[in-house]
Structure formats: structure tokens, C-alpha cells
């Protein structure tokens, strides 16, 4: 990484702060580091800052900035625009059925060889340019995730059945951090693609997770897809069964809201989607009260850190802003 005053990959200028300024910042982080400290928080790792080098940077700087602050963090990583690159170099036709990659035994090679062998790679190269860290593990090592078909007419398509969390506990014990490539295995060792925002909330689930950040190409849940200026910034379950009942979340959003719900459901404090296009939006999100993206809560709107009563932008649990 250069030394050199660059600007961040968002193109804003890097501003200088006084010592004083930068002890202040520190001190000011002190609530939230010792709130974070020692627990587990899943972060799914996906959308345009996992295709841009200057976004995968920062993220990583902020997953071992976690780790140092004695966070736990576990990655869990999609891959499908890198997927159907490759497929589109290998001269493979992708088909799909309501939005779903039709994944015959080819496929599924691919998605495997993407997933595992190049995506997982980075992302652990990435953390480990800061120290030995990172630990890649796909959902076959060891038992973690077992899957079953979908549906057959979509073939290699998986869902989760259960997730053996032991081999993440594991490494979190040495002090580790696992990234984790959503490939299941069924009984008979058969391999499935599955869905990166469901299996990044049944880990979150299985490991009794603080929080749960999904890092997304939007500013976060839009009550108005084409406005951004329509982000809703906290809504409980509730809240979330009346937005799926009147068409407001679509396409990519359905599988990554319903994680959310399942996460909290499964007992994690909350979840949160956040803008993966904002350089450093993790630690935005952990260690500031600026109120980015969208906090998923449980009914009543408390997170199991108490958080959500009184959000930043003062607004309600339940409320759709503005
Ligand atoms: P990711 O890589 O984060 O999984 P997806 O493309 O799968 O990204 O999902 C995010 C997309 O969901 C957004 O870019 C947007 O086009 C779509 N979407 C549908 N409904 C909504 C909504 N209500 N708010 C925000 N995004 C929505
Ligand atoms: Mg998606």
C-alpha cells in the first residue's frame, strides 16, 4: 500500500488532523470498542466493493482494525458478477430462472473454482498483508455447511439445512479470522452454490453473533428503489412483512432482507445493510453514531445491545423515512 497522501476510492481528499484531533477521534471510538469487544460480528461481503481493489482494501484494513480491537470477525463472501465473468470467458451461457443461475454440474465447477479458488484468495490475501490472519474455509471443510437442492430444476442451486459452526469457533479461538466461500455439501458430498446473504445469516445464527453487516451496492433498504433520498435507516420485522407485502423489496434485496430477518430471529442484536460503495463504511457503522444504511431490529425495536430506541436520526423503530 503506498504511503502517499492518496485520496480514498470514493475521490474525497484526505484531511489532515492534528495529534490532538486524532487522540480525540481514538477516545471518542472508546464506548464502542468496549460495547464490540469480544463479540463475534458476521460480515457479508459482496456487491461493487469486492470488484473494486481500492473498496476490497479498505475493507480488509477495517476487518483487522476489528480484529485488533478484539472483535471477532467472520466474512462471509458471494462472488456471482466474478461467477458469470468467467462463464462469460469460457464462452458458457448462464441461464435464469427468476433471478436464479441455473447450475448444471459445469457450473457448479465454475461457481466452486470462482468462489473458492479465486474470490476466497483475495479476500485472505487481502486481510493478510497486515499479519497472519485470515483463514479461508469453504462450506465443505469440516462439516460447516450442509446443503440440499433447491429445486431440481434449478440443479446445484443449495439451501442451507444446518450449519457445524465448530471449525469457525475453532479459529476464532486461535485468534483468527475465517472467510468463508458459500459452497454446501449435501449428504452424499455432493457440492451447491448457495445464496451468500442466506448463509452468511444462518453462520451469524449458528455462532450467536452480536451484529450482522451486509455490504450492498445501495445506500441500504430504499423505500423507493429509484430515490435514493428514500432510505429507511431502522425497521423491525414487522416492519419488514408489511414492505415485502406491498412490492417495495425486489430482485437482490428479497434474499438479503429475508437473511435479516432470519438473523435476528436466530437471536442475533441486529442486522445492518450497508453501503459497500462508501470507502471504510465498517467501521462507519461500528464505531460512529453517523446512522448509515439500514438497521434491521427485533419487534419492539431494541437490539440486544440496547441500540434502536433512540436512533441517531431520531426516528422510531417501525418508521419509514423520511
Ligand atoms: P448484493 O451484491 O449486495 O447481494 P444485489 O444486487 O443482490 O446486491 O441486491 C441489491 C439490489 O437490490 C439493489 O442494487 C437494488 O437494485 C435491488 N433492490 C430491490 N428493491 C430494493 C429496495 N427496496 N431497496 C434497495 N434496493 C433494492
Ligand atoms: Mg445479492
Do not use: W
Not at 432510505?231 to 412483512?241: A, E, K, M
Amino acid at each position: 500500500m503506498s504511503t502517499d497522501p492518496t485520496p480514498g476510492a470514493s475521490g474525497a481528499e484526505t484531511v489532515y488532523f492534528s495529534p490532538e484531533r486524532r487522540a480525540a477521534v481514538l477516545v471518542e471510538t472508546l464506548p464502542y470498542i468496549q460495547r464490540f469487544a469480544g463479540s463475534i460480528i458476521v460480515v457479508k461481503f459482496g456487491g461493487n466493493a469486492m470488484v473494486d481493489d481500492e473498496l476490497a482494501a479498505r475493507f480488509a484494513e477495517d476487518v483487522v482494525l476489528m480484529h485488533s480491537v478484539g472483535i471477532r470477525p467472520v466474512v462471509v463472501h458471494g462472488g456471482g458478477p466474478q461467477i458469470g465473468a468467467l462463464m462469460d470467458r469460457l464462452g458458457i451461457e448462464s441461464e435464469f430462472r427468476d433471478g436464479l443461475r441455473v447450475t448444471d454440474a459445469e457450473t457448479l465447477d465454475v461457481a466452486r473454482m470462482v468462489l473458492v479458488g479465486k474470490v476466497n484468495r483475495d479476500i485472505v490475501s487481502g486481510i493478510n498483508r497486515h499479519g497472519p490472519l485470515a483463514v479461508g474455509l469453504s462450506g465443505e471443510d469440516a462439516g460447516l455447511i450442509r446443503a440440499s437442492a433447491r429445486n431440481p430444476e434449478l440443479g446445484f442451486v443449495g439451501d442451507v439445512e444446518s450449519v457445524n459452526p465448530a471449525i469457525i469457533e475453532r479459529l476464532l479461538a486461535e485468534d483468527l479470522i475465517p472467510v468463508v466461500s458459500t459452497i454446501g455439501v449435501d449428504l452424499s458430498g455432493q457440492a451447491y452454490n448457495i445464496n451468500a446473504d442466506t448463509v452468511a445469516a444462518a453462520v451469524a445464527g449458528a455462532l450467536g453473533a452480536e451484529r450482522i453487516l451486509y455490504l450492498t451496492d445501495v445506500e441500504g433498504l430504499l423505500a423507493d428503489v429509484d430515490d435514493p433520498s428514500t432510505r429507511i435507516s431502522r425497521i423491525d420485522l414487522s416492519g419488514l412483512d408489511a414492505l415485502f407485502a406491498d412490492g417495495t423489496i425486489s430482485g437482490g434485496m428479497i434474499p438479503k432482507v429475508r437473511a435479516c430477518v432470519d438473523a435476528v430471529e436466530a437471536g442475533v442484536g441486529s442486522a445492518h445493510m450497508v453501503d459497500g460503495r462508501i470507502p471504510h463504511v465498517v467501521l462507519l457503522e461500528l464505531f460512529t453514531d453517523v446512522g448509515i444504511g439500514t438497521m434491521v431490529l427485533p419487534d419492539g425495536g431494541v437490539a440486544a445491545d440496547g441500540r434502536g430506541v433512540e436512533g441517531p436520526d431520531g426516528t422510531a423503530p417501525g418508521e419509514v423515512t423520511p
